[in-house]
């Protein structure tokens, strides 16, 4: 090995790998994995927006409404179900517990209501 200026490696890869196909291989996986984890969080993303079965812009009355008793059901319809999903897999949450039952007496008074108002 001669102290020549050209037979020293030009970047720290060089050192690590024999040929370039090696290094332009390995970028390429990179890039492959980076693309899958962008999968993967946009399919994370669809799932937190699932709407269980309920679409809320049907009971709106207008495009900001959110205090009119049709939607406020709709709304905790969606919640209740979301949490049912949540306790079927941890069954020992009694805290989600005392939030969903909560929640079902909000809406059950709240469908009382309309029954009297919307008969």
């Known amino acids: 090995m001669s102290n020549h200026p050209e037979s020293k490696p030009s970047r720290d890869l060089d050192l690590l790998f024999e040929s370039q196909s090696e290094v332009k291989e390995l970028l390429q996986r990179r890039q492959e994995t980076k693309e899958l984890e962008e999968a993967m969080d946009q399919q994370i993303k669809d799932l937190r927006r699932d709407d269980y079965g309920i679409k809320l812009k049907e009971f709106m009355r207008h495009a900001t409404d959110t205090g009119t008793p ?9 919640r209740i179900r979301q949490l049912v999903q949540h306790m079927e897999i941890h069954r020992k949450d009694l805290h989600s517990r005392r939030g969903l039952e909560m929640i079902v007496q909000s809406r059950r008074k709240m469908l009382k209501y309309l029954r009297k108002t919307n008969w």
């Open 70 to 78: 049709e939607f406020q059901i709709a709304r905790m319809t969606q």
